[in-house]
């Protein structure tokens, strides 16, 4: 135990002045070599240094633990199946069954028959092509030629802007925009020239009637 160089008293080795006369203990009381209270904080501040590093260790180990947990369970979540509209449904057409798109050709008959005029050298089969396509302005449009190649001599059967769908079209008529042979067509001819694509083709009658002439038109085409 150190003693007091002044008084010579004893001292407790953790106080730096003597309690009898006041005296500094450290350096110069007897056994001492370093203040004790200097000591005594130095191993405080190891000591709080060490507790932080491992504090800090444990919560770095615990987010990490906690991320690898969360990651584990997102990966082993059920996503829900996504409904098959198409399934089941027969009002839902497929691209197989319904190959109405632009820039595509058609190829099948039209056929003449009952008629009435000056010429029954028209009355039978002919064979016609079909095409959608698009208009100034991406208007779409189909028609029907007698040739598979359009150029000045080939002959314009029918002709209407439409509303393409995947499964159908329906006519959009205007003034003296649309015509099958030598006869305009007005918005009277929506319904009978509506066609819907049936078994994988086109079908549609129409009974053509003018003043010269009238017979009854039946063309059925198929996507080439």
Not at 148 to 156: C, K, L, N
Not at 199 to 206: A, P, T, V
Request: proline share 5%; hydrophobic share 40%.
């Amino acid at each position: 135990m150190p003693i007091c160089d002044k008084c010579g008293s004893y001292v407790s080795e953790i106080e730096t002045n003597c309690r009898k006369c006041g005296a500094f203990i450290y350096p110069n009381a007897s056994g001492a070599n370093t203040a004790p209270a200097a000591n005594v904080r130095r191993k405080r501040g190891i000591r709080i240094i060490i507790a932080a590093a491992v504090m800090i260790c444990v919560a770095v180990a615990a987010m990490f633990l906690l991320a690898l947990n969360a990651r584990t369970a997102t990966s082993n979540v059920s996503l829900p199946e996504t409904q098959d509209t198409t399934s089941g449904s027969a009002d839902v057409p497929t691209a197989a069954s319904t190959p109405l798109r632009l820039g595509s050709w058609w190829h099948g008959i039209l056929t003449i028959s009952n008629y009435t005029g000056k010429d029954d050298s028209l009355a039978g089969p002919y064979e016609v092509w079909g095409y959608f396509g698009t208009a100034s302005g991406r208007t779409p449009y189909f028609e029907l030629y007698d040739s598979d190649t359009v150029d000045d001599d080939t002959t314009v059967i029918l002709s209407m802007f439409i509303d393409l769908y995947p499964d159908h079209f329906v006519p959009v008529i205007g003034e003296e925009n649309a015509w099958i042979l030598d006869l305009y067509l007005d918005e009277r001819d929506v319904d009978a020239l509506t066609v819907y694509c049936k078994n994988g083709s086109l079908q549609f009658e129409y009974p053509y009637r003018t003043e010269e002439e009238s017979f009854d038109i039946k063309v059925v085409v198929y996507p080439e």
